[in-house]
């Protein structure tokens, strides 16, 4: 009796370690900065939320660097399925919602406060575009602030539209590409890691560039002014794949949801402080210039027209997200 105990014990003990432990989830995250860039401190506190609320059941890996995939890759590689989630620049969307690209529209958003109100969850405009990028396939978990862009130059100083005419001009963007032809500037679209040696080689005279960019990619070495333009508002954000996302429990999505408004909240309430940091260490290294009233409204003219381009090829879409973009 007692060795038939013992062996039903053991098969017991057998059967209970051959059952499978309960499954961990992981999502990775592929990231085109490096982790010490803010928008990678960001990705780093979403990753400790995430893991701490879940008591480790859900794991955040971060792919930083482009490791895995550029920013224009991003998209498509989330919705594919490729990798669960993806940080990347909300104007690589525009080619298939062109709405998106509102926020370089010039001087559509001029002030902190305006942009605050238009990209915060649950805003009309914002509501408008989510609901817009969820068709594609993925779901934005949440919006990242990288702060205003910029004018770069070499042989010259930027002060007033004319400064622009005949130059070579780097872009990210449609929408900024029709900024650059409004001054009678010519539009190189380039991605952002692909500036330094442009500038160095001087395939282009000039460009725009977030103002937190000049530091961590070192453009103060291959360029001698900066111009605070501030003439567009730079968003990125963090996709997840809307299967993916369908396939999380209750308890999960509550996490992850928690999560990225927490951190959300954090960078764009200092986003402003980083830019004054960026402006203040660019002044160490290049001239820096700071446009009056006069200039800006001479800016406003000069680059009207973009925004009639923008409503024709944004569509019924792109006037929704104007008109909620004036009422703010």
């Known amino acids: 009796m007692k060795l038939k105990n013992i062996l039903c014990s053991g098969m017991l003990m057998t059967a209970l370690t051959a059952m499978p432990a309960l499954a961990e989830t992981t999502l990775k995250v592929t990231l085109q900065l490096p982790l010490k860039h803010h928008l990678g401190q960001n990705l780093v506190d979403f990753k400790k939320e995430v893991e701490s609320a879940s008591n480790g059941d859900i794991k955040i890996q971060i792919f930083p660097a482009a490791q895995l995939y550029k920013d224009k890759e991003v998209h498509h590689a989330v919705t594919s399925g490729a990798i669960e989630m993806g940080v990347m620049s909300v104007t690589q969307l525009a080619g298939t919602i062109p709405a998106v690209d509102v926020f370089y529209v010039p ?67 449609k929408t900024l590409g029709e900024f650059a032809k409004s001054v009678n500037a010519a539009p190189t679209v380039m991605a952002g890691s692909e500036q330094f040696l442009a500038y160095q080689r001087g395939t282009v005279d000039a460009g725009m560039t977030g103002v937190t960019a000049v530091g961590p990619r070192k453009l103060y070495q291959v360029m001698d002014h900066l111009t605070l333009t501030n003439h567009a508002n730079i968003e990125f954000m963090t996709i997840i794949n809307e299967k993916v996302w369908q396939g999380l429990t209750d308890g999960e999505r509550e996490i992850l949801q928690n999560a990225a408004v927490k951190v959300e909240k954090q960078l764009r309430d200092k986003i402003q402080t980083l830019e004054a940091d960026a402006i203040a260490n660019a002044k160490k290294e290049m001239n820096v210039v700071e446009l009056s009233a006069d200039d800006v409204n001479k800016w406003q003219q000069a680059t009207q027209p973009v925004l009639e381009s923008f409503l024709q090829n944004a569509g019924p879409l792109g006037k929704q997200v104007v008109d909620a973009a004036r009422a703010l």
């Open 107 to 173: 001087f559509m958003f001029p002030t902190y406060d305006k942009v605050v109100k238009a990209t915060a969850p649950g805003s009309e405009l914002r509501t408008l575009l989510d609901n817009e990028i969820i068709e594609t396939g993925a779901r934005p978990l949440w919006w990242q602030a990288y702060g205003g862009v910029a004018l770069l130059s070499k042989s010259k100083p930027i002060q007033l539209p004319k400064d622009m005419d005949g130059m070579k001009v780097r872009v990210f963007g």
